[in-house]
């Protein structure tokens, strides 16, 4: 069955960096797109980045635009996240999602990062 | 404020029909497909729906989905109270060129 487990989360100081991985079973790793969505505590889901199959086309939401990278590892089935610059309002839980052409069909229970002085 | 408009809440009885709407621009749902979450509390999304009508296997054929125009509608009827969750909508904006989600919907089965 497929499995997104993601990890690396935890508390940083603002200006930090952190990058967060997601470990992929079940599937064919290397013909999905693969996607980070966001939740700050109490909100609603915030669309982070996604990367294709090759890790070649990638896509940023302008919050995180020039802060983070998304990359992947085919030959490890791992999606990473790395997050520079971190600022209060990039806490949140955060999710790796498999990405099909009309949604995120597979989840990740998410790991949170709380960024705080 | 989210570009794709959900009301904040709905509810219904056990049994009954709801629908949650969301909706958009021509840019994103009128133009892409639509898809819906459904967040039951301190769990991950999961995909109800998905290219606007279509439902993964597993997912119950109480939940339905719909698109007209730039608007979506997400349908469950034979309302339960495990049903009780927040919804999201979400769809590609082809203008700007990312992931959108709508602000949520809390579902209440009273």
């Known amino acids: 069955q497929v499995q997104l487990v993601e990890s690396g989360g935890g508390l940083v100081k603002p200006g930090e960096s952190l990058t967060l991985s997601c470990a992929a079973s079940?599937?064919?790793?290397?013909?999905?797109?693969m996607s980070w969505i966001r939740q700050a505590p109490g909100k609603g889901l915030e669309w982070v980045s996604y990367?294709?199959?090759?890790?070649?086309?990638?896509r940023y939401a302008d919050s995180v635009k020039g802060r983070f990278t998304i990359s992947r590892d085919n030959a490890k089935n791992s999606l990473y996240l790395q997050m520079n610059s971190l600022r209060a309002e990039d806490t949140a839980v955060y999710y790796c999602?498999?990405?099909?052409?009309?949604?995120?069909?597979?989840w990740g229970q998410g790991t949170l990062v709380t960024v705080s002085s | 404020q989210s570009v794709l408009t959900q009301p904040p809440s709905v509810s219904a009885a056990p049994g009954q029909k709801v629908t949650i709407s969301c909706s958009g621009s021509?840019?994103?749902?009128?133009?892409?497909?639509v898809s819906w979450y459904q967040q039951l509390p301190g769990t991950a999304p999961k995909l109800l729906i998905y290219?606007?009508?279509k439902r993964p296997s597993g997912i119950p054929d109480r939940f339905s989905g719909s698109k007209s125009g730039t608007s979506a509608t997400l349908g469950i009827t034979g309302l339960q109270t495990g049903d009780e969750a927040d919804y999201y909508c979400?769809?590609?904006?082809?203008?700007?060129?990312?992931?959108?989600f709508g602000g949520g919907t809390k579902l209440t089965v009273l």
């Open positions: 999602a498999r990405r099909i052409e009309g949604g995120d069909d597979y």
């Open positions: 079940g599937f064919t790793f290397s013909d999905y797109y």
């Open positions: 990367i294709g199959s090759s890790g070649t086309y990638t």
């Open positions: 021509s840019s994103n749902i009128g133009n892409n497909y």
């Open positions: 290219d606007n009508s």
């Open positions: 979400g769809t590609w904006d082809s203008s700007l060129s990312v992931v959108m």
